[in-house]
């Protein structure tokens, strides 16, 4: 029997599969129940495709007419699409695929390769596509780990950009200095009740991910070549002290920034400018009253403010039965095609893998393609290793506490630092 070890997001210890049944056993009834409710009882498990997915909102409802007309193109095979979201998708499907069961394809960021990987819950594409596949995509667009490829986009990015309202902000800030000066002229209690009815800008500060831009703009980072964390040192104490002053001196944020109030105050208009992804644009109406423009460089230390830059796409199940890989190749080959990328740059701004896509004149025409292809040369790759989960994890307790004032930026840094490491301790990673 083999044996895989398994990392679960909020367990954080690696366990074989006998161990896995024991203490996972409701984890993998739901799992399993997933499998279940999303098939048709009215069609034969060798004619069915499932594919589980995190696709959101519009980007979610072209993914179904895309589904759809591959449907409709092949009659005698039905692909059923099943949404989760980020973290359940994940954790379930390694669950499902460590049993032998789980959909066919998933579909992800590139930062669930890691953990898939280890826990052998993926198959090579090498397995299923000649060289001929790969040669279309720009080297992102293909993630490979360990000298093999496993995943294959349609889009390249997730990242976080600057967001801004036009009206209010005609020319969006270049540097951190210009962004905290026009922030102060946009911050205005217009009642005069003593609060403030628009803000110079928002974003979920709150959340580790969303951290990372200015992380990075003071020079810090979260995990070296080895796979261990980075987070206790200076870099991470001034990127943390950055952001509370932006709160609590320059009074340039709102008190409580959690995504949906962010969301929110954008869409009211009462703030000018938001850090969000490409997933919140449509919503956005961008481009249009609302744009795009790289996250400022940080005049001080020369470092631009860098997202967190992953692909998002396809991943073949390890248990995918051998008669089913050529319908597998085809829809993948598909959903990935040059035809339907270019469909979702042009109605969702996304970043497209395809270098014919690239060239093509849908980029040239859409400024918000172009402001997000200037902020992914600006961004760094998401790291794979499945020890990012566990450092997730570590950073985002204390970093929540020192945004309530429970603890000082140093001891935040020092406890994210040590949370991380035991975490992946714990994990036998």
């Known amino acids: 029997m083999i044996t895989r070890r398994v990392t679960l997001l909020g367990d954080h210890s690696a366990m074989s599969l006998p161990v896995l049944r024991r203490s996972t056993g409701l984890l993998l009834f739901l799992a399993l129940l ?8 009215r069609v034969e498990s060798h004619r069915r495709i499932q594919i589980w997915h995190q696709k959101i ?9 895309q589904l759809k007309r591959f449907n409709a193109a092949h009659p005698e095979y039905v692909v059923e699409a099943l949404y989760k979201e980020n973290e359940e998708l994940r954790n379930l499907f390694v669950i499902a695929a460590v049993a032998g069961q789980g959909p066919e394809i998933i579909y992800g960021p590139s930062d669930n390769v890691g953990v898939m990987v280890t826990t052998q819950t993926v198959m090579p594409l090498d397995r299923v596509f000649g060289p001929e596949f790969f ?10 780990w360990q000298e093999k490829r496993w995943l294959a986009a349609d889009q390249i990015g997730n990242h976080l950009t600057l967001v801004y309202n036009t009206d209010l902000v005609p ?9 905290v000066a026009m922030g102060q002229s946009l911050t205005k209690d217009t009642n005069g009740d003593g609060k403030m009815d628009q803000y110079g800008l928002t974003w979920n500060y709150r959340e580790p991910f969303f951290f990372i831009p200015f992380l990075t703009g003071f020079g810090g980072w979260v995990i070296d070549e080895q796979g261990r964390p980075t987070l206790d040192n200076e870099q991470t104490v001034r990127a943390i002290q950055f952001v509370l002053d932006l ?30 992804g490409p997933w919140s644009w449509g919503g956005y109406g961008v481009p249009g009253q609302n744009m795009v423009a790289p996250l400022p460089i940080n005049s001080e230390t ?32 598909y959903m990935t095609s040059a035809e339907v990328q270019e469909e979702m740059a042009t109605k969702l701004s996304t970043s497209p893998t395809a270098t014919a896509v690239l060239s093509s004149p849908v980029m040239e025409s859409n400024p918000a393609l172009v402001a997000s292809m200037q902020q992914i040369e600006h961004g760094r790759p998401m790291p794979i290793m499945p020890q990012m989960r566990q450092i997730w994890e570590g950073m985002r307790g204390p970093y929540q506490l020192v945004m309530n004032g429970a603890i000082t930026a140093q001891e935040a840094a020092r406890r994210m630092q040590r949370e ?4 992946i301790a714990d994990s036998n990673l």
């Open 34 to 41: 997933c499998c279940a409710s999303s098939c048709s009882p």
């Open 247 to 276: 709160r609590d001196r320059y009074k340039i944020i709102p008190k409580e920034g959690d995504y949906e109030i962010a969301d929110m105050l954008f869409k009211e208009k009462r703030t000018a400018m938001i850090v969000n």
């Open 420 to 423: 991380a490491e035991k975490n």
């Open 171 to 179: 020319t969006p800030p270049r540097t951190l200095d210009e962004l």
């Open 302 to 333: 020369g470092q631009w403010c860098e997202p967190m830059i992953s692909a998002k796409g396809y991943a073949v199940n390890v248990n995918a039965a051998p008669e089913k890989l050529p319908i597998i190749r085809e829809l993948i080959d």
């Open 135 to 144: 040669e279309r995509f720009i080297p992102q667009g293909i993630v490979s």
């Open 57 to 65: 909102s519009a980007e979610r409802d072209l993914f179904h007419e």
